[in-house]
């Protein structure tokens, strides 16, 4: 990496298209390989996210995680987590939902609800 380009050579691409035998999937086991997602309490909304990603959108996917990424791209990020029925808007079941990714067991129902 350091000053070496970061440009993907062909030999790179067929290289990683090899390792994914050709099919150029990420799976929810290599996914959560990854022990920052793994971890995260929120990797199964992650995984939602990255579920029939190809390759090239999967690293589109992890830019947003760039210290080089624009405050726009992360916030972009945030909000696809939150939306999650994917309509456009974070409604109260969507916080809801992400809340309880977050907190768990650890609060009841009623205490989501009346935090959110």
Known sequence: MGSASSMLTQYDIEEVQEHCNNLCFISADEFLSVPEFAMNPLSQRLLKMVDGLNFKDFVAFLSAFSAKASFRQKI???????????NGKVSFNDILEVLRDLAGAFMSEKQREVRI
């Open 76 to 86: 972009e990020f945030i909000f696809k987590v939150y939306d999650s029925d994917c």
